[in-house]
């Protein structure tokens, strides 16, 4: 979402705030986006896996730091707030990982996502307050990646320590919001919700906790990561492999009119309007 919307931090921020948590879906495109925004989400994420894959890269390894602003820069002009996954934001350099945010923000970002990707605390912390002085309107949430790739051998307790170790220096840092993916224990959850001056990121898993009994542990941001990518490109196969097998495919299908209707000049419509899958709705 561009700068021409007022109070555009505010916006973002004030979704941490709400009655209900904050459901994050996490788009690699724009007609992702688009039709995620005309079922009436308010926010959109990207996902670096997704980002990856689209370009044959790996996800992770700081290799897609130009496809990752090419995909902010397509993705900022929409109507929604806009958070970007900028892995570890692609450098160990404070200074260029706010001069990446930076751009982000010109592309009309409204939140960053940085992993610590568990290097030294120290130096995670150094790069999230550098994006605060330098980009003061970008939300910063900081990940941790304590619960995704553990270390072998690490005990629940030394995790957990760990785990509060390196948020407490976040948020001491200036991070606005905090992301722990892998935790689905319901009384870690609670437990961290209790020790955190910032709302808590938790990455839903179809294995772990609702979306309802997350909000009820005091989670105020769910986010969606890579799951609608991978859910996409399974029904791709599938549709693929059931017409090859003489099967009929099942599932939803956007007709050709409706994804038509998902390109920028659709989308934008006129004043007040936002198109629903070529449905005009009047707010």
């Known amino acids: 979402m561009t700068e021409n919307a007022p109070n555009a931090v505010t916006g973002f921020a004030g979704l941490h705030h709400a009655d209900e948590p904050l459901l994050l879906p996490n788009a690699w495109d724009h007609a ?24 044959g890269l790996p996800d992770g390894a700081a290799a897609t730091r130009e496809q990752t602003l090419l995909l902010a820069r397509t993705l900022g002009p929409g109507p929604y707030w806009l958070s970007v996954d900028a892995e570890d934001g692609f450098s160990d350099d404070p200074e260029e990982v706010a001069s990446f945010a930076r751009e982000l923000y010109r592309a009309g970002a409204a939140g960053i996502n940085l992993e610590d990707g568990l290097a030294p605390v120290g130096r995670h912390a150094a790069k999230i307050a550098a994006v605060r002085a330098a980009v003061p309107g970008l939300f910063v949430n900081a990940r941790t990646d304590t619960y995704w790739t553990a270390r072998p051998g690490t005990d629940g307790r030394t995790r957990r320590e760990d785990t509060f170790r390196r948020l407490d220096a976040y948020q001491q ?28 990121n938790v990455l839903y898993s179809p ?10 542990l005091g989670v105020r941001r769910i986010s969606l990561g890579s799951l609608l990518y991978r859910r996409a490109l399974g029904a791709a196969v599938e549709t693929a492999t059931d017409v090859r097998e003489g099967r009929t495919p099942t599932g939803a299908v956007p007709a050709y009119a409706e994804v038509q209707a998902l390109s920028r000049h659709s989308v934008r419509g006129g004043a007040g309007t936002t198109v629903v899958f070529g449905r005009p709705r009047c707010d």
């Open 32 to 55: 992702s986006a688009a039709a995620l925004a005309a079922q009436g989400f308010r926010a959109v994420g990207t996902t670096s896996l997704a980002v990856a894959a689209a370009a």
């Open 173 to 200: 840092a200036g991070a606005q919001g905090v992301f722990v993916p892998g935790l689905t224990e319901p009384h870690e959850i609670a437990a961290l919700v209790h020790r955190l001056d910032v709302p808590l």
């Open 207 to 216: 294995t772990g906790p609702s979306a309802l009994q997350l909000a009820g």
